[in-house]
């Protein structure tokens, strides 16, 4: 990275971090459940934010990079595959349109992320089921577990970045994995999958590691007991939370390189796609089952991303197509949810 690379990036986590500090340190100091209402505005206010920042990457985008000059221009949409034809010398017209280009890369990134995260709610509504969690609770480990996935998202996405740099071919793994996973969650969209706390790998192995106070259901992550230390049940969900994410990202994040090789833009979509996710999920965590047809909709979408990353040197699809696709597959198969609800159809 340069400077003003670390600049931009160091000022977005700095902003990040301190809006989630403001969400627990001043609006949700004490454990409680929350209410429908507080969820609605907090997922307008990260989708807000979230529209916000793709303005200013349409109109500043250029800036992540320290762009000055149609020879830099032309050496970042080169270095990152931007679809962008750089016959132009023309400083001004081929810096709109990678400007524009990059605000289409974000939000097509951001509707990725955001749709797999709704699926994704399915399976912590299970670890916290399964735990026997409070709802009261919900929220602070959600918190701690977007702070993890920040750390964890970076390293994740940087490092893939700079191996796509080197080896181009692992884009043709990536889309083999999307289709194979898009596959797989089409064949086990109907089974209802239980988790078994007791065989769970990460309980096992913080077992093994920490000593557990399974007795404790307060807030505490840490306790003392006859000065030893012992971890709570809710670090032990926290941290099956952040093995799940990690799992999640293996096909998130090769999906919104499909879109854009610029690990910025990959990082800034999926971050402000998983934080909306933690206020979405007090939203709809009542009515996420109504959506049928969206596991459906999302094996659709990671096959059709998939072949897109297969076929990128014989037919590059434009940024704009690749929206509109997103947006189709969503649209499609949440209408259909709603059409056809499960009481009228059986299940597909």
């Not at 349109?97 to 974000?106: A, S, V």
Request: glycine content about 6%.
């Amino acid at each position: 990275m340069h400077l003003q690379e670390i600049l931009i990036f160091g000022g977005f986590l700095v902003f990040i971090i301190a809006m989630l500090f403001i969400d627990i340190g001043v609006f949700n100091k004490e454990a409680k459940e929350v209410r429908f209402k507080s969820a609605l505005y907090w997922t307008m206010c990260w989708v807000s934010l979230s529209m916000i920042f793709w303005g200013l990457i349409y109109l500043f985008g250029d800036r992540i990079h320290g762009i000055e000059n149609i020879g830099m221009l032309k050496e970042t949409i080169a270095k990152y595959n931007h679809p962008i034809q750089t016959n132009s010398e023309d400083f001004q017209y081929l810096l709109g349109k990678y400007r524009q280009n990059l605000g289409l890369e974000y939000i097509t990134g951001y509707l990725i992320e955001y749709a797999l995260s709704i699926d994704n709610i399915f399976v912590i509504l299970m670890i916290f089921y399964s735990f026997g969690l409070e709802k009261k609770y919900y929220h602070r480990v959600l918190f701690w577990g977007i702070l993890g996935a920040i750390i964890m998202r970076f390293l994740f996405i940087f490092v893939s970045s700079a191996l796509i740099q080197q080896f181009t071919w692992i884009l043709y793994l990536f889309g083999l994995l999307l289709i194979f996973t898009g596959i797989k969650m089409f064949l086990d969209r109907n089974k209802n999958d239980k988790i078994d706390i007791a065989n769970h790998r990460i309980v096992k192995i913080a077992s093994r590691i920490f000593r557990v106070d399974k007795e404790y259901k307060g807030p505490n992550f840490f306790l003392k007991k006859n000065g030893k230390v012992f971890i709570s049940t809710l670090f032990v969900v926290l941290l099956v939370i952040e093995f799940t994410d990690v799992i999640f990202a293996v096909d998130s994040v090769p999906a919104i390189f499909s879109i854009t090789h610029d690990p910025f833009i990959v990082y800034f979509s999926n971050i402000f796609a998983i934080i909306g996710l933690r206020s979405l999920f007090f939203l709809i965590q009542n009515i996420v089952e109504k959506f049928r047809f969206l596991k459906i909709g999302l094996s659709v979408l990671l096959v059709f991303i998939g072949i897109k990353m297969l076929i990128h040197d014989i037919y590059k699809i434009e940024t704009m197509s690749s929206l509109l696709g997103v947006l189709t597959i969503l649209a499609v198969s949440i209408i259909a949810s709603l059409i056809f609800p499960k009481n009228k159809l059986p299940n597909y």
